[in-house]
């Protein structure tokens, strides 16, 4: 009496196999940005948001809005900032910051510095 196949036990385990592989890759690419929130001034301040990767990529911004707070959600990574006037301004992990003076900010770079221990390599990408 025969209960196993062979070729159905090779078929079931290239299956299982397969969806293991393919599951971390999908939970990394999650992991890989963050969201950041840009924050006019007032009581009821008109917002944005974005999520870049956490790739050292430039990321341009052509929203106007002139920003006065801007919050970051990752904590293991450095977000540096340009604003139109020539403000530079950055985060080290979760934080919120603020700019001054309020300005359009036109681009972000994020990085994660958690493999390598310090904030400085998103400058030297």
């Given at each position: 009496m025969q209960f196993f196949n062979t070729a159905a036990a090779a078929t079931l385990l290239a299956s299982i196999l397969s969806l293991t592989s393919a599951a971390p890759a999908a939970l990394e690419e999650r992991q890989d940005v963050t969201t950041i929130t840009f924050s006019g001034a007032g009581p009821n301040p008109p917002t944005y948001t974005l999520t870049p990767p956490f790739a050292g990529q430039n990321i341009t911004i052509?929203?106007?809005?002139?920003?006065?707070h801007i919050s970051v959600d990752r904590q293991q990574g450095v977000c540096t900032f340009r604003g139109i006037d020539g403000g530079s301004f950055f985060t080290v992990g979760a934080?919120?910051?603020?700019?001054g003076p309020p300005q359009t900010i036109t681009s972000v770079k994020c990085c994660d510095f958690s493999q390598i221990g310090f904030p400085q390599y998103c400058e030297r990408r």
């Open positions: 052509t929203n106007p809005l002139s920003v006065s934080a919120t910051i603020d700019v």
